[in-house]
């Protein structure tokens, strides 16, 4: 009897702790694996792979500034000083729930950034990103973020 | 020729300055009212409709907290302080899309704090909102913004 209470919990903690992805698995997946590309453009500072990853006009939420719009204004948001380095970058959905052409997504970040001094900070966050499929391509139009308190 | 060219400018000004809402009129209309109502409900410290505004499983994402799940928590991180008072609310939406039975939204906020002590501090940011219909009723089920400094 308690091994079986036991089995119901782990069953129940992992219904709880799982993510919730609903629609057709082929877009959740491309958003999956967009959004792991994702991580990997900024840890590489490859800017214009992080700007292919918008829809030309996108718009993006950094916190107290105003929305920036368009693939080109994002890059710049994006690109960092010569010598930082994001070199930890990690984005983990909750959920994602396709809605024919678009679809919304929302989550945890995490990072941590290297100075030209070698000094090193992390920061976490939590997101909501609205993504749209053109050309069979799912890319991201709004992208609003803020940080969570250590 | 100059009369025509001021005209076409006018023209383009309001075209590019307009909101833009896509979808069924009646949604829209009803949307654009919870907007206005949302307001007024944080003015007159109107907790109980505040909660309504959401649904029963919504996520809100304020600066530096986690998130917070269900209308429960989300009425108490609106709670203010005995004293305290938002004297000014307003939304701003720039675009609002409906997707069958939800919606996103994304706009501006503005509004003024008045303290206990008679001082009054005003803010102004940007949100992005994911809307559900519930019983032919849209309710908010992501709410996630930030600042935008002065």
Not at 54 to 72: C, H, L, S
Not at 90 to 106: G, M, R
Not at 122 to 144: A, F, P
Request: proline content about 2%; some cysteine; hydrophobic content about 35%.
């Amino acid at each position: 009897m308690k091994a079986l209470t036991f089995i119901l919990f782990l069953f129940l903690s992992c219904t709880i702790s799982s993510q919730n992805y609903l629609g057709d698995q082929e877009d959740i997946d491309m958003i999956l694996s967009n959004i792991k590309d994702f991580s990997i453009s900024v840890m590489s500072s490859d800017y214009q792979s992080i700007g292919m990853a918008y829809t030309v006009d996108a718009k993006i939420f950094p916190n107290n500034m105003e929305i920036i719009q368009g693939r080109e204004a994002i890059i710049e948001y994006w690109r960092l000083p010569e010598g930082v380095q994001t070199k930890y970058h990690k984005i983990t959905p909750e959920e994602i729930k396709i809605l024919d052409k678009e679809a919304y997504d929302y989550g945890y970040y995490e990072g941590t950034t290297r100075r030209s001094d070698g000094s090193e900070s992390s920061w976490k966050g939590k997101y909501v990103i609205i993504w749209r499929k053109i050309n069979q391509e799912w890319k991201i139009y709004l992208d609003i973020w803020n940080r969570i308190k250590d």
